[in-house]
């Protein structure tokens, strides 16, 4: 078989061409689709890059509002601690301010329990001896005491000074010169000369009037007007007996 020259030359130019079409129809298409995908990969990944950047970006925003929200939870915390703390103190300080006035109001009433029944003894007491006394000075009181009691009441009555006596008859609210003179037991006649004499101011005799009064005991009860001389057993034990009280 001869090399045919021209055939050669044919296949060569046929094969050139193909070359050209492939290139310009086929290659080129082929690069463009292969350089849009390339370009498409490299926008996704790009994309998935910038994604993951915001992704990193929000993680760490994430944890930073994570880390401070933890903060500010332990800030409110320490602040509902502190809180707690002020007012379980001043629930305390009230209730033992409370409990200390409750102790005081019990200790008061307390106190005032043990005085009144302190003071209704004493008072019983006192009762009692004012009756002892009264039945001891009623098996006691006879005639010679009340004579004594008589000689001090005039012994009393001498040693006023005059203006003292004189304001007696002066302001005593009588109206009349009539005393009133009552004893436990009769008065000797001895007795009224001297109550008279006594009783007597500047030569003003006044008028008396001789009562009798066993309850007295012994002793007189002058009377006048509104000035009263109790200088007898019956009204000192119950002047004893209500000082006391009032003292009490």
């Known amino acids: 078989m001869e090399l045919s020259w021209s055939t050669f030359l044919l296949e060569i130019i046929n094969f050139l061409v193909l070359i050209w079409i492939l290139k310009h129809f ?13 370009e498409g990969v490299e926008k996704t990944l790009g994309e998935a890059k910038a994604l993951h950047d915001d992704a990193d970006k929000l993680k760490q925003q994430y944890e930073a509002r994570l880390e401070h929200w933890q903060q500010e939870r332990q800030q409110a915390r320490d602040a509902l601690n502190r809180e707690l703390d002020t007012e379980r103190s001043q629930k305390l300080s009230a209730l033992r301010n409370t409990l200390e006035q409750e102790r005081e109001k019990v200790r008061v009433a307390e106190s005032r329990r043990q005085a009144d029944a302190q003071r209704k ?5 006192l009762a009692q001896g004012a009756r002892f006394a009264g039945k001891l000075l009623a098996q006691v009181a006879c005639p010679e005491t009340e004579k004594r009691l008589v000689e001090l009441t005039i ?20 109206s009349s010169d009539i005393i009133t003179v009552v004893s436990a037991y009769p008065l ?11 009783l007597s ?8 009037q001789f009562q009798q009064d066993p309850t007295l005991l012994a002793g007189l009860h002058i009377t006048m007007g509104a000035w ?3 200088a007898n057993l019956r009204d000192e034990l119950r002047g004893f007996s209500e000082l006391t009280h009032h003292e009490q």
């Not at 086929?26 to 390339?38: D, G, H, M, N």
């Not at 012994?155 to 009588?174: K, S, Y």
């Not at 000797?188 to 006594?198: G, I, M, S, T, V």
């Open 155 to 174: 012994n009393e009555l001498e040693q006023l000074p005059p203006e003292r006596l004189a304001a007696f008859f002066t302001h005593n609210g009588a």
């Open 26 to 38: 086929l290659y080129k298409p082929v690069l463009a689709v292969i350089a849009k995908r390339q």
């Open 121 to 125: 003894v004493e008072e019983s007491a």
């Open 201 to 208: 101011h500047n030569g003003w005799t006044a008028t008396l």
């Open 188 to 198: 000797a006649e001895l007795q009224r000369q001297q109550l008279q004499q006594a």
């Open 228 to 230: 009263v001389l109790a």
